[in-house]
């Protein structure tokens, strides 16, 4: 059974910095596409970095490049996104997904963990 379980968000202030996991488990990562994706609130949720599982490719979007880094550990069977420079516009509810395309088109992920929350404030 495939499962995504994130976990690391929580309340920082503005130019702090958090590392988001999310665990998997009932599949390979690197025989899947991932992405972490956010919903802010009264937002569509979007794409915020994708990561080429056979590749190892990275996408980001234009709104968090160069304060986003997203990776994996296959030891640990783990997806990883760091966050750095935190600003008031990344507080959002952030979640993984993994397909069989590297794709901004959340229809393209077939598995999505439940979500961990990311609130910036001072």
């Known amino acids: 059974q495939v499962q995504l379980v994130e976990s690391g968000g929580g309340l920082v202030q503005p130019g702090g910095f958090l590392r988001l996991s999310c665990a998997a488990s009932?599949?390979?990562?690197?025989?899947?596409?991932m992405g972490w994706f956010r919903q802010a609130p009264g937002k569509k949720r979007e794409g915020v970095a994708l990561?080429?599982?056979?590749?190892?490719?990275?996408f980001y979007a234009d709104s968090v490049k160069g304060r986003f880094g997203i990776f994996t550990d296959n030891d640990k069977h783990t997806l990883y996104l760091q966050i750095y420079s935190l600003k008031h516009e990344d507080t959002a509810a952030y979640y993984c997904?993994?397909?069989?395309?590297?794709?901004?088109?959340?229809?393209?992920?077939?598995?999505w963990g439940q979500g961990t929350q990311v609130t910036v404030s001072s």
């Open positions: 009932g599949f390979t990562l690197d025989d899947y596409d």
């Open positions: 997904a993994a397909g069989k395309f590297v794709s901004w088109d959340q229809k393209d992920y077939d598995y």
């Open positions: 990561l080429s599982g056979s590749e190892g490719s990275t």
